[in-house]
């Protein structure tokens, strides 16, 4: 491709994806979205691949959608509309993807950039970032999932408050709301991303996807289906090669060296 408005990087098991416009604080264009549907699925069908980062080059994490190109006529209004999202649209490749993704918000994350954020597994926030609800502000509405998402993390009143107002949350804000795990200095993020990264990606990668598909579908399923199907999966895991490598270490007291078989 000509133009990378995202990069895709692999090693040791963790894949990065940086949103890469940092002159419009990565704000969405086209073929961000393409390529940002593109590697989330790469990542997911990569056995080489255990966690995924989501990040942003630059000061700021994900800007929304990009004004100055919509006024231009060449943003994301000038495209073909659609009334229904592609399968494997940036939302829906997040949601359903197999493998955990850690958020690393390292400046502002508004609208669309903020449900992003929402819609990966676990957040670690830069101390100088910012969550933007800017959507009632702009007359649009959170589109990208966040009116799925948010009321599931901080139940319906506070949801119901930090959509409707509008006002962005600070990094010490969205930890206290519970919306990252987890607030670090700005040149610790990618430092401490990384190591949170590398400790998922140490387990075995066949339950780490099973524990997260059997969250997934719990947010649906009664607690006799969730339980009924997690039985099932334990069943099909105590065949694996993971699993008995994960025994002979705790008998050798050894760390486990998995190989996701």
Same mark, same amino acid.
């Given at each position: 491709?000509? $133009? ?7 090693? %040791?098991?963790?894949? *990065?994806?940086t949103l890469?416009?940092p002159?419009r604080l ?6 961000m979205?393409?390529?940002l549907?593109?590697?989330l699925?790469?990542? @997911? @069908?990569d056995?080489?691949?255990? /966690?995924?980062?989501? *990040?942003? &080059? ?22 073909s ?5 592609p399968?494997n ?11 955990? +993704?850690?958020?690393? /918000? ?10 992003l954020? !929402? ?12 969550? &933007?609800?800017?959507?009632?502000r ?6 990208s999932?966040? +009116? ?12 119901? $408050? ?8 600070s ?5 206290a709301?519970?919306? /990252?795990?987890?607030?670090v ?7 401490q +991303?990384?190591? !949170? ?12 996807? &099973? ?5 997934r579908?719990?947010? $649906?399923?009664?607690?006799?289906? @969730? /339980? ?13 090669q %993971?699993?008995a490598?994960? &025994?002979?270490?705790?008998? $050798? ?9």
């Open positions: 491709m000509d $133009e990378a408005h995202a990069i895709y990087q692999v090693e %040791d098991y963790v894949a *990065t994806i890469n416009r002159e990565n704000a969405l264009s086209p073929l979205l393409s390529q549907s593109e590697y699925t790469q990542a @997911n @069908n056995p080489a691949v255990r /966690v995924v980062i989501l *990040t942003g &080059a630059g000061r700021g994490f994900c800007a929304g959608y990009d004004l100055k190109d919509e006024a231009e006529g060449k943003g994301l209004k000038s495209q509309v659609h009334f229904n999202l399968a649209a940036p939302p829906l490749a997040l949601h359903n993807l197999d493998k955990p +993704t850690i958020c690393a /918000v390292n400046g502002p994350a508004a609208g669309y950039g903020m449900d954020a !929402l819609g990966c597994d676990m957040r670690i926030m830069s101390r100088e970032a910012k969550l &933007a609800p800017a959507f009632t702009m007359g649009v509405l959170p589109e999932g966040g +009116t799925w998402m948010l009321p599931r993390m901080i139940g319906w009143a506070k949801a119901c $408050e930090v959509f409707m107002r509008g006002v962005p949350l990094a010490e804000e969205s930890l709301q519970g919306l /990252v795990n987890r607030v200095e700005g040149q610790d993020l990618m430092s +991303t990384n190591k !949170l990264a590398q400790e998922i990606a140490a387990n075995a990668p066949l339950s780490i996807q &099973a524990t997260k598909k059997a969250m579908l719990g947010l $649906e399923q009664t607690f006799e289906s @969730n /339980v009924q199907y997690t039985y099932t999966i334990l069943m099909q895991l105590f065949q694996s %993971d699993f490598e994960g &025994a002979r270490a705790f008998i $050798e007291r050894r760390p486990p060296h998995f190989e996701g078989r």
